[in-house]
């Protein structure tokens, strides 16, 4: 659930609204911003902040800066005048419904009309660049084909004057061939006729052979068969949850996935040792030192693992717990979002560090005198465990304090780390 963000300011003047929203400590690359000309929208986990517009402004003229912890827009107004407030007046939540929605589809409309224009100039470029290379290759392909022409008329020339001379040349070994033959046809023609009558006496014909070819049998054809494939069924011991099994199936590959991933830190880090390398090893050891009031070192051992893994939930709301005994409250809400935003989907596996999170981030939201963003952490907690009773108490103690019937609360104290 976001938490809606109302300390914003805002001023005005006859053409323009400037209104200045305070980042909480988020990153300007993890900020999303939807504007149209009647609703304003800036969403930062786990902050969110929307504004139902007074009246009508030109959104193509608005700008919008994000830097330095806070997100300032500039917006130009339809009518030159000034407004009686920022925002609409009614609490009808069903016309702020249909405002949003409405604003969303403006939004997306407006979206996809850029995304069609950037497509639209992309394949112009495409277009221009696929002819201006066809005519490139049509140039070199009418070059080389004139080079080719000229080589073939070249080789044809050539060959033809080959060929004339191997005529001369084999007509004049055909005459040498006809007089020798004429001659040898003289010297062998005794020889042949006895050659022939021997031939005769024997009883011999010309070309018969005593030889007899055997055929060998062809092999028969394989007879055909059937092979017979079964499988091995699937028994499950245990019943499946089958209302949460996708839930649960998600959050394990996520698991599987957050072992295997390793950072490419690890290259630089190869002078540790093999344990010092292990993030599951780092862990320990940083439980060790804040067991033992080493705050510090807890910091750096689990800095550490995170650099060889980013996906390992528990590292980062470990180390918020760190900073909250360091009263480094800003970066104590900063480990607590990411952690929780790793504990997704929210399953009964995760329950209890989703719920170690959000008290320590709500504990930090407390010690900079944000109790309303701290009591709708501690009550995301209560709905995971409703029976703590020490979490009840401190709720109340957060309620009493934003009903200005009890004094500033201690931080949460965020117990032992696991």
Known sequence: MPLHVTDHTWTQTDSTVCISVPLKGAKPGKVDIVATDDYLKVHFPPFLFEAFLFEPVDDDNSTAKVGNGVAVFSLS????????SLTISTDDKETKREIRERALEKHQQKLSSESEQKAEKQ??????????????????????????????????????????????????????????????NHRAGSSETQE?????????????????????PANPPRASGNIRITFTPRVFPTALRESRLPEEEEWLQKQAEARRAVSAAADELKDLTEEERNPDWLKDKGNKCFAAGD?????????????LNRKIPALYSNRAACHLKLRNLHKAIEDASQALDL???????????????????????????????GLQDFEAALKIDLHDEALQADAQRIRDIIQGSAASPDSEKPGETR
């Open 77 to 84: 107004k339809k009518t030159n005048r000034l407004w009686d």
């Open 196 to 216: 022939d009558a021997a031939t005769t006496s024997r009883g011999d014909k010309p070309g018969q052979s005593d030889t007899k070819s055997k055929k060998k």
């Open 123 to 184: 394949r112009a470029e495409k277009k221009y660049a696929l002819e201006t290379t066809m005519k490139l290759e049509n140039d070199e392909r009418d070059r080389i084909k004139q080079m080719k022409d000229v080589e073939r008329e070249k080789t044809t020339a050539e060959l033809a004057a080959w060929q004339q001379r191997q005529k001369e040349k084999a007509e004049e070994e055909h005459q040498l061939k006809l007089h020798r033959r004429g001659s040898l």
């Open 343 to 373: 504990l997704t989907p929210a399953v009964a596996a995760n329950a209890a560090a989703r719920a170690r999170a959000s008290v320590r981030r709500g504990s930090a939201f407390c010690e900079l005198q944000l109790y309303a963003e």
């Open 295 to 307: 705050y510090l070192g807890a910091v750096n051992a689990y800095s550490l693992g995170l650099r």
